[in-house]
């Protein structure tokens, strides 16, 4: 039989493409990791790797392998979960991945909260663009997703925590006559500042009145909302802002924000895991809490 620790062994390499990087990583020596390697490949009758001087490839029955092993891998360590939170609420180790375009409007209110109620908890927080953070958690290097949904695979689980309207948001000196909601026509007028490819919240903006045919769209290579809007502020054109982001974002009195004529463009947000992780009820309580915190930085009297 095959054990966990070959498998181990091989996703290492396969995930490296290295055996030294491999072997460091699981903190065995180089020799060692190659002979149980070797022997997986021995009881599966099969050659996993290529090696050359060029580097370390998967054959074909190596990369169906590796991604099996991967899954397997993880299940694993959701039943060592299990069996170790059995009885306890959001205790231990909580691998949490955020993207970016709410990590700085959430964290800053849930992370006292998370404190204050969970003093168990020991957070690991990981903030990048969602398709990282989808295969990281079906890799099993995260645990939780805090992210724009949908998420559609057949192993991940979600639930929907609250929607977030999109602003139209325009610098001060711009002049809008006998308007009181903006309409996906202002978008057509101007030139459309968006993060740069690859973030969720671009993508979401462009599907908004299919405006993948608008042709003033520029990112200037932009990562943050921070940036786009001191872009806004200083006249180089329009974008779309979630509501969750302005009362950080537009504390200063240079930015003018309209909501749009319904129906209102806007993004689910929501909480994503593995359908095998035994901690489904843990995340439904985390959820409640972001919620909780998140209710003050969507309240503004201003905008209705």
Not at 111 to 126: A, G, S, V
Not at 174 to 188: F, G, K, S
Not at 203 to 227: E, H, K, M
């Amino acid at each position: 039989m095959i054990s966990l620790k070959q498998l181990r062994y091989f996703e290492a390499v396969a995930r490296t493409r290295h055996f030294g990087k491999a072997a460091q990583r699981c903190a065995v020596t180089q020799p060692a990791l190659s002979m149980q390697i070797q022997e997986l490949e021995n009881t599966l009758g099969v050659q996993l790797i290529e090696r050359s001087r060029n580097g370390v490839m998967l054959t074909e029955a190596g990369r169906e392998i590796a991604g099996r092993a991967t899954r397997i891998l993880a299940e694993t360590r959701d039943i060592v979960d299990f069996a170790r939170r059995q009885g306890n609420i959001l205790a231990g180790p909580l691998h949490f991945g955020v993207i970016p375009s709410v990590a700085p409007y959430v964290l800053p209110a849930l992370l006292p909260l998370i404190r204050d109620k969970f003093p168990d908890l020991d957070l690991h927080l990981r903030e990048t663009q969602t398709d990282h953070l989808v295969q990281e958690l079906l890799d099993g290097g995260l645990d939780l997703l805090l992210l724009a949904l949908p998420v559609e695979h057949p192993e991940i689980e979600t639930i929907k925590l609250f929607t977030d309207r999109f602003l139209l948001a325009m610098p001060k000196s711009r002049r809008i006559a006998n308007r009181i909601r903006a309409t996906p026509d202002l978008l057509q007028q101007d030139r459309l500042l968006l993060l740069e490819e690859g973030h969720c919240l671009r993508d979401q903006a462009l599907a908004f009145c299919s405006l993948r045919r608008v042709d003033n769209i520029d990112t200037f290579g932009a990562s943050n909302l921070s940036t786009i809007v001191q872009m806004v502020a200083n006249g180089l054109g329009l974008t779309l802002l979630p509501e969750l982001s302005i009362k950080l974002e537009c504390r200063h009195d240079d930015i003018t924000l309209m909501r749009f004529t319904d129906p209102q463009p806007r993004r689910v947000v929501g909480l994503a895991w593995r359908r095998s992780s035994p901690r489904k009820r843990h995340f439904v309580e985390l959820g409640k809490l972001i919620t909780s915190a998140t209710s003050v930085q969507m309240q503004d009297s201003e905008l209705v």
